[in-house]
Structure formats: structure tokens, C-alpha cells
């Protein structure tokens, strides 16, 4: 009965609601698109087929051009040596359909993580919910944020951490070239930087405001999902570079061998690390029982100076392990 009041905890049924759609249209819907993915299928196989052949069709060339013409123009302002990895490194993505294609994956674990959180907050009263458990809002801000941080570094296994090993048997191009490993890590890092930072605070800007934070939870939940981005980040190209596997066969599985599992568990460990403390600091700061300037040191700032000296290890290891390959 102490609890049936809660919003959360209702355990009265849900109102019956008409379905929008009924299962006929729903069926028929399926069934088109079924069918157009086989006329598809069907179309593009022939063309497919022959550009995989020795010989190639007049007009192949041409349209490489064009791409190369645009990859040219996206990386114009990059300057210097990181403009010629940064479009290599485009061009290889968009020929390779192992590559771009798991963009739909990631799109597909975002939607996902959003759905959820946004029915949580539609079949529940969270702003009342604060007012019944005294550390809700801890509780809701550590939950939200780190299935945002974790899913962050779930991308960056994918999408980070393969990025030296994608040199493949061209890595001996690298070892030939007139530029340092410390320069050659740096261009990954820098190009793989911004998107990584950008995604995880947009999904931590995203979650909170879905979970109807104020502006200075949302204001550190933002903090928290970039500072998480930035070190998933370094580590993915420092680990990937200490532990690289350049005669891989499958891209999707380089972050199962030992270097992407080590990967994961520290992108990981360090997520719920800065997520438990900041969640922490939202429970002392809600309760007022500490110092808010004592607290944010021990919680907020030292784990952070940790996950950074994390992340300058394991690029430094990274350019060593690559010096010892060129050498």
C-alpha cells in the first residue's frame, strides 16, 4: 500500500488504446517492402557482379573521379599531413560496404537506447517520482548517462578502436612514408575525435532531455558523456595501435580479439567509473550532507584526471609498439 502511490509503481493496467494500424495494413506494408528489396536485389546483382570482374565497364572510372573530386572538397581546410590520411580513410569507408554499413548498426542501438528512455518517461511521472524517493534523481541520472556512455564506447570498439588495424597489408606504406608514428597516430585521433565527442554528448544532451533534467544536470550530464567520448576515444586509437591485426579477415570482428576485448572492458570500466561518481555527487549535492567543492574533487574531478592519464598511457604504448613495427 506505501507504494502502490507511486507513479512508477503502479501496478494498475494501462488503459486500452486502438491500435493506428491495423494487421492487415501492417502485413501488406511488409509484404511491399519484401518485394522491393527483391526487385532491388535483382537489379543491382547483374551490375554488382560485373564490377567485381578483372574488367570493368567504361564510366567505373569516371564515377570514382567524381567521388574522389568530393572527398577532395570535404577535406580541403584539414592541413597538413592529416588531410592526406583523412581522405584515404574516407575513400576506404565509402568503397567498402563492410565499413559504412555498419553505420546502420549504430543508428539501429541509438534508436533503440531513445525509445526507451522516451516510453519510460511517457508511462511515468518522473518530476513526481522525485518527490516520493529521496535519491530519484541520482538514481534516474545514473541510470540514463550510463547507458549513454556505455553505448559510446560500444560505437567506438566499432568504429575507433579498427582504425590502425584497417591498414591492412598497406601498412608498409606508412612504414615507408616520410612521417612519425607519433604523426600518424595523431591524424587517427584527430579524425576520429570530433564525431566520437559529438555522439556522446549528444546522447547524453538527448537522454536528459528526455528524463526532464534541469539545466545543470543536464549541463553535467553533457560533461560527463563528452569526457567519456574524448578517453573512449584515445584509448580505442592507443589500444588499437598497441595490439594491431593487420591480417584480419573480417572487419566486424576485430574488436573480438584481445586488444578489442581489453578495449571494451577499460572504455567500459572507465563509463561506470565516471557515471557512479557523478551519480554520486548528484545524490551528495541533492542531500547537501558534503562540501559541494570537496565533493567535486573527490567525485567529479579526480576520476576525470584518471580517465585522462589513461588515455595519454595508452597513446604513448600505441606510438611505441608502432615505432617498433617500422623499425
Known amino acids: 500500500r506505501v507504494f502502490a502511490g507511486l507513479p512508477i509503481l503502479s501496478v494498475e493496467p494501462p488503459e486500452r488504446t486502438t491500435p493506428l494500424w491495423s494487421p492487415l495494413v501492417l502485413w501488406g506494408i511488409s509484404i511491399l517492402f ?143 612514408s616520410p612521417i612519425t608514428m607519433q604523426t600518424y597516430l595523431r591524424a587517427k585521433l584527430v579524425q576520429t575525435m570530433l564525431p566520437t565527442v559529438v555522439l556522446g554528448a549528444g546522447l547524453a544532451a538527448g537522454i536528459s532531455y528526455t528524463l526532464n533534467f534541469d539545466y545543470g544536470l543536464a549541463g553535467l550530464a553533457v560533461t560527463v558523456g563528452a569526457l567519456n567520448a574524448f578517453v573512449a ?8 595501435a598497441s595490439l594491431p591485426e593487420f591480417n584480419y579477415v573480417n572487419i566486424s570482428r576485430l574488436f573480438q580479439g584481445p586488444g578489442g576485448i581489453l578495449f571494451i572492458s577499460l572504455s567500459m570500466g572507465f563509463a561506470t567509473l565516471i557515471t557512479m561518481t557523478s551519480g554520486g555527487y548528484v545524490a551528495v549535492i541533492t542531500r547537501g550532507t558534503a562540501d559541494p567543492l570537496r565533493a567535486g574533487f573527490f567525485l567529479l574531478l579526480l576520476p576525470g584526471v584518471i580517465g585522462l592519464l589513461g588515455a595519454a598511457l595508452a597513446l604513448r604504448i600505441g606510438v611505441r609498439r608502432l615505432e617498433t613495427l617500422v623499425r
Open 233 to 240: 576515444c584515445c584509448l580505442g586509437v592507443g589500444i588499437g
Open 34 to 176: 519484401i518485394a522491393l528489396g527483391m526487385l532491388l536485389a535483382a537489379g543491382s546483382y547483374p551490375a554488382a557482379y560485373s564490377r567485381a570482374q578483372e574488367g570493368r565497364r567504361e564510366g567505373v572510372a569516371g564515377s570514382e573521379g567524381r567521388l574522389g573530386t568530393l572527398l577532395e572538397r570535404l577535406v580541403k581546410g584539414t592541413p597538413g599531413a592529416n588531410r592526406l590520411f583523412f581522405y584515404k580513410d574516407l575513400l576506404v569507408f565509402v568503397r567498402d560496404p563492410a565499413l559504412w554499413s555498419q553505420l546502420l548498426v549504430l543508428v539501429g542501438m541509438i534508436l533503440v537506447t531513445g525509445w526507451g528512455f522516451r516510453a519510460a518517461a511517457e508511462r511515468s511521472n518522473l518530476t513526481e517520482l522525485a518527490r516520493y524517493l529521496p535519491y530519484a534523481q541520482a538514481v534516474l541520472y545514473s541510470l540514463g548517462i550510463w547507458a549513454g556512455t556505455l553505448l559510446t564506447s560500444a560505437i567506438a570498439a566499432r568504429m575507433v578502436y579498427p582504425q590502425v588495424s584497417l591498414e591492412g597489408e598497406g601498412f608498409w606504406l606508412v612504414r615507408t
